[in-house]
């Protein structure tokens, strides 16, 4: 511990000399004591104990430094502090002639080191302690003895001092190790939030399109429910999606995502939250003025998507339905239900096709329990014998014959009436009933088929029932329980049933045809197949859908495609079935074109089995300008009158 000791009197550096050189004397006590209060350590205690090793630990070794002048002293702290090893107590003399006297001196000190403690030794007549405690401050660290002083009272004096320099020094040293510690928690806890923040992001954000995901969007949906004003709910889904993922591959799939999504960010109105929900699902959540408002946005969203996109250097057509209902927030409503009429709103949009808004009704509500209802009554309808089959028949272009039928189920129910297939048997096609109610048709076809001299008989399948296990070996079964040649059975299957796993569906198909049986691609042209892609395929003809034949007369389009079909069908060998013929000019038309075959109301429209055998014995369906002599003639007005 350095002591600094300044005086101009070499007779004063001397009594200090003696002072810490001496043994500590009894007066000594009280100040030892006094000390011990102030710092609340038992500086004494080595004394007390009569413990003579211990008395080093109550009085530091004290290392003197004296100096006859003020400036020497500022010199002296000054090397002392530049060397790392400061003084912890300066003794000052007040009068030290022809230098500055204390006052300076300590106020200089002070200045070089504000940790020093200062003791004025300082005659009667000399400054006040509080003159130099002004400049020379803070008071705590400035001490006074009154000259002549006792040794005890100087030795005393530095032992506490010094005590209580070392204690501030740890203290300093505590507070900085403390004050670095407080910064490097708050950089931590800085990260922290930047990391909370990030996992806030991560679990709240698609990773795809950082666009906000489910949990997100549903969260959203929940706050705007609660509060005033009217808002709507959106429901956005990609058409043709999937088959742009089957047949670019995932990373186009991700891009178009990636596209589809900075269109609705830009084509939805201002403040909107735009949410990918999963897959190709989308949720739109904005402020609007009323359904009218809402249904236009959507219109203006929908629109946004259908166009041509660049997706890794093919061109892909976008394109999207969508499902909205206009909410008013703040009335208690259940956002789970918001969300639930939405989704039934895109629902009955994509079951109407594609690029469709659908504003959601009531009646989609009713449409559900419809449909829960004929889910229900449909498992029974077989054992009720409530199914049953007509036939339409399918002509030859050339020698206008009837060639096959193409088998239609009917369900007649007690609470319905008559139900079309066309809403029964998607619902079929969700359950499981789709298979029983497959099997049903498929025996009931192949036994009313014996009756007839030699046509076959098409049955559908939708693409549930082609997918099932062994679909090959299933049919073979059958057919051959009824005793039945496979080329009397044509197989009906549609577009979606086949692409949507090509390379499984094309050996299937193979199987089915080396196995004899006919195969026919029906509703050809609404589904996704390639004119290209037909040909991996073994097929036997093609089924041109209804709306085309229907639009030829009035649009360029469908004339166009109906003629690339044909086409197309003659170029790869196969026939080409023209379906819901309805008129003589659409007959004329398609005869021109090529068509092979036939089938519509211009005909006969689906008949029972009593008939369809009359027009299966029959053969020849010429009509009235009858040009084949012998042949029972079936007018081709017999059919349409008869139940269908
Ligand atoms: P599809 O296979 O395209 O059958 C042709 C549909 O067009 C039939 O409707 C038929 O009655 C109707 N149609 C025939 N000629 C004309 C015409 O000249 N003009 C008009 N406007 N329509 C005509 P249907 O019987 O209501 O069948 C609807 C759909 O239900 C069928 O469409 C088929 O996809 C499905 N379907 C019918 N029966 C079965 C079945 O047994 N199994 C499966 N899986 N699906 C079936
Ligand atoms: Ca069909
Ligand atoms: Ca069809």
Known sequence: MRILIVDDEPATHDSYRRSFAGQRSDTGDALDAMAADLFGEDVTEGDADGNADADGNARPDFILTHVDQGLDAIGA????????????VAFIDVRMPPGIDGRETAQR???VDPEINLVIVTGFSDFSPAEISKVAGPADKIFYIAKPFEVAEITQTATALAKRWEIDRELKDARAMLAAQVVQLEEQSAELAANESRAIHIATHDSLTDAPNRLAFLRALAERTKVAGLFATVMVDLDRFKLVNDTLGHLAGDAMIREICAILHRSAPE?????????????????????????????HIVAACAVSLQVFGNSVQGGASAGLVVTEGGQGGDPVDVQRRSDLALNDAKRGGRGIVRLFDESM????????????????????????????????????????????????TKEYGALSPATFI???????????????????ALTVLKHWPGQYVSVNFSPR???????????????????????????????????DDAERAAE???KLRQMGFRIALDDFGTGYSSLYNIRKFALDCLKIDRSFIDGMGRERESAAIVHSIIHLGRALGLGVIAEGVETEAQVQALRLAGASHFQGYFY?????????????????????????????????????????
Request: charged share 25%.
């Open 109 to 111: 000190i002070r200045a």
């Open 465 to 499: 029932q082609f997918r099932r296990h062994n679909f090959v070996g299933h049919i073979m079964e059958n057919v051959l329980r009824a005793g039945i040649e496979p080329a009397r059975l044509q197989i009906e299957i549609t577009e979606t049933a086949i692409f």
């Open 365 to 412: 509500d009713e449409g559900i329990r419809f449909r829960r209802r004929v889910e229900n009554g449909l498992g029974q309808a077989i054992a009720r014998g409530e199914l049953s089959l007509v036939y339409q028949p399918i002509i030859s272009r050339d020698a206008v014959e009837v060639v096959g039928f193409e088998a239609l189920v009917r369900w007649n």
């Open 604 to 644: 006969s429209r689906p008949v029972d089995a009593a008939i369809a055998v009359d027009m299966a014995n029959a053969r020849y369906m010429g009509g009235k300008d009858d040009t084949a002599g012998d042949a029972l003639v079936i007018p081709r007005q017999l059919g349409n009158g008869l139940r269908n």
């Open 271 to 299: 403040g909107a939250l735009v949410a990918r929900l999963g897959g190709d699902e989308f949720g739109i959540l904005f402020e609007t003025l009323g359904e009218a408002a809402a249904v236009m946005a959507c219109d």
């Open 426 to 444: 998607p619902i079929a096609e969700e359950s499981n009933l789709i298979h029983e109610l497959g099997d049903w048709v498929l025996n009931e």
């Open 508 to 510: 299937t198909l193979y």
């Open 77 to 88: 702290v000054e090397q002392a502090l530049a060397d790392g090893e400061p003084f912890a």
